[in-house]
């Protein structure tokens, strides 16, 4: 079993019921799936970006990403109906734990000048958006085979519905937050 997945079960769901006074385990909120996106903009200029990108996010999540492509014709970007304009990834289940493990572990870490993400990023139902800046802060990315450094966005979506729960079930994972500083202390600075 995924280690988060153990932790969730064990000390999370435990904590969350005794601070939030849920009386039944299944109404704790739980990580209902996480999508993982890059935009690709620039694959209309190079086919070769696409094909790294979706080569990439594949080695990252272990599963095949899904093309999207544009909805509308836009001529600003010189962007036609149909073409193909970046590549994402649902994970469930055990992968999307797993996923998760590595990003909190492995790769925030690996983020120069870290200092934790926003803990405002709720959408005002619970769920929660982060990105990254590029593909190369993930291990299984081989820094020497990438040509396009590509960042990615990551969506947390949570069950139940409320922001100040999945903030609280996410600390309880170890999610790097940033802490705020006081007000006199933005001041001074």
């Known amino acids: ?8 079960k064990g000390t999370v769901v435990p904590e ?3 601070k939030f006074g849920y009386t039944n385990r299944m109404a704790v909120p739980r990580l209902e799936k996480i999508v993982v996106n890059m935009g690709v903009g620039r694959a209309v200029e190079n086919k070769k970006r696409m094909e790294d990108a979706v080569r990439d996010l594949g080695t990252i999540t272990g599963q095949k990403p899904l ?9 600003a970007f010189k962007l036609r109906q149909g073409q193909e304009i970046g590549c994402k990834v649902t994970l469930r289940g055990k992968r999307m734990y797993e996923f998760l493990d ?13 200092r934790g993400f926003s803990p405002d990023s709720f959408d005002g139902r619970g769920n929660y958006s982060f990105g990254f800046a ?9 820094i020497d085979k990438v040509e396009f450094v590509q960042g990615m966005d990551v969506t947390l979506s949570f069950t139940g519905g409320s922001d ?18 006081s007000k006199e202390g933005k001041a001074r600075a």
């Open 134 to 142: 590029e593909q190369t802060v993930f291990p299984e990315i081989n």
């Open 67 to 75: 093309i999207t492509r544009a909805k509308k014709s836009v001529s």
């Open 1 to 8: 079993m995924a280690r988060l997945l153990d932790v969730y």
């Open 164 to 181: 100040e729960a999945s903030r609280e079930l996410m600390r309880l994972m170890g999610f790097p937050f940033r802490r705020e500083e």
């Open 16 to 18: 969350l019921m005794k």
């Open 102 to 114: 590595r990003a909190i572990s492995l790769a925030m870490p690996r983020i120069r000048d870290f």
